[in-house]
């Protein structure tokens, strides 16, 4: 999997330890291969940057590092135009998982992933706010990604929902 993907930020500049709506240091052992990740795009051309590869991760990464290897990699990359989430969405054959950070709160990590994972079953299939909750809180797993405490800016939660007939993709095209 890779630990590092993600585009230029909406401003300004980052530190590679941080993850944000931009993606960057998502360590998320979810994407891995076979599984496409999409990025909302706030700059001209995206600037993508991808590294970090690890062997193995565990949920969490809870003392800031998995299994780090060197290798090589082929990705393929799309720009789907009119479209985004506004945090990076992982998918995979069977579920699509949203992300959400912070940086030194764990509970704000958490809202964001599922205020995330709530809005696109409205955008995307037409969800009402109400029934998109209700929906999460019977099918969907929420969890951590990252949690390399005490060091601030290292807090990852994800969102996994299934593909199920009311949920086939991450966006309809």
Not at 18 to 45: K, M, S, Y
Request: net charge negative; charged share 20%; glycine share 14%.
């Amino acid at each position: 999997m890779f630990g590092v993907i993600g585009v230029a930020p909406e401003s300004g500049s980052i530190g590679t330890f941080a993850a944000a709506r931009h993606g960057g240091n998502l360590d998320d052992n979810e994407n891995r291969i076979g599984a496409t990740i999409h990025l909302p795009v706030f700059q001209p051309g995206g600037m993508l940057a991808i590294g970090d590869m690890h062997a193995s991760m565990g949920d969490g990464e809870i003392s800031g590092t998995g299994v780090e290897i060197g290798g090589t990699a082929t990705i393929k990359v799309d720009l789907i135009k009119g479209k985004s989430g506004g945090w990076p969405i992982t998918e995979s054959k069977d579920y699509w998982i949203t992300h959400g950070t912070s940086v030194d709160s764990i509970d704000e990590a958490l809202q964001n992933a599922c205020e995330e994972a709530a809005r696109l079953l409205v955008d995307e299939w037409g969800f009402r706010i109400e029934d998109a909750f209700v929906f999460l809180s019977v099918t969907s797993d929420l969890g951590i990604a990252q949690y390399c405490h005490p060091s601030p800016g290292s807090v990852i939660a994800k969102m996994r929902v299934p593909k199920l007939q009311a949920t086939p993709g991450s966006f309809r095209i």
